[in-house]
């Protein structure tokens, strides 16, 4: 089972639309989750971070985490064409030190 | 958010030559950075960590003497991948936290794509 697991897509929305990515995580011990925005030849931005179950939004982001579930999900509302990215879910682990472990990513594709 | 700077940008270097990378952490204290090797269409592969001062703690299969890592300040951490091949030939990307707490986030420099002829 791969740590940190994500579906790779690519997710097809029309514009305007709700996109929503989904990830689950094998460390239970996790404690803190992000989702991370790749443009193709760049390096990763973080767009959000969660810590506690439940939603946290900002802007037209939502990030939802469910800890019993091991699952953590990012909402993008009113979809736009320049949202169109490889979106990472990442998961620190604390194996007697801290690191990032990064999922697959999902390839969305927001169309006009 | 905090700045991490990532040099060269990208390089090509012929096979057999040695390249090094920089990574610096701009505005803030780097204790920890991560090495991290991403080949087309495929995701983030942690190759090692760094604590300043200290060793790097390398992923299974990677190789320890290819893959020289120094992280001797606080602000600064060197990946130099030794005798490289075409097979090395990726995007290379670091990132750096203050990760004293679990829940620092890591912010990333620009990368650099490495191409080796």
């Known amino acids: 089972q791969k740590e940190v697991e994500q579906n790779s897509g690519p997710l097809s929305v029309p514009e305007g639309a709700i996109a929503s990515l989904n990830c689950t995580y094998s460390?239970?011990?996790?404690?803190?989750f992000f989702w991370y925005r790749q443009y193709s030849g760049k390096s990763p931005e973080l767009i959000m971070s969660?810590?506690?179950?439940g939603d946290k939004e900002d802007g037209r982001f939502t990030a939802q985490l469910n800890k019993a579930s091991q699952y953590v999900s990012l909402l993008i509302r009113d979809s736009q064409p320049s949202d169109s990215a490889t979106y990472l879910c990442?998961?620190?682990?604390?194996?007697?030190?801290?690191?990032?472990?990064f999922g697959a990513g999902t390839r969305l594709f927001v169309k006009a | 958010g905090a700045v991490v700077s990532q040099h060269p940008s990208w390089v090509i270097c012929k096979s057999g030559t040695s390249v090094k990378i920089e990574c610096r952490s701009l505005?803030?204290?780097?204790?920890?950075m991560f090495w991290y090797r991403q080949f087309p269409k495929q995701s983030l592969m942690l190759m090692a960590t760094?604590?300043?001062?200290?060793?790097?703690?390398?992923e299974q299969g990677v190789e320890k003497d290819k893959f020289l890592i120094n992280h001797a300040s606080l602000t600064l951490s060197t990946l130099t991948v030794t005798s490289a091949h075409p097979e090395d030939s990726s995007f290379y990307i670091c990132?750096?936290?203050?990760?004293?707490?679990?829940?620092?986030?890591?912010?990333f420099g620009q990368g650099t794509r490495l191409t080796v002829v």
């Open positions: 460390d239970r011990g996790s404690q803190s």
């Open positions: 969660i810590y506690s179950n």
């Open positions: 990132s750096a936290s203050s990760q004293l707490e679990e829940n620092t986030e890591a912010f």
């Open positions: 760094s604590n300043e001062g200290s060793k790097a703690t390398y």
């Open positions: 505005d803030f204290q780097a204790t920890t």
């Open positions: 990442a998961v620190i682990q604390n194996t007697g030190g801290f690191k990032t472990i």
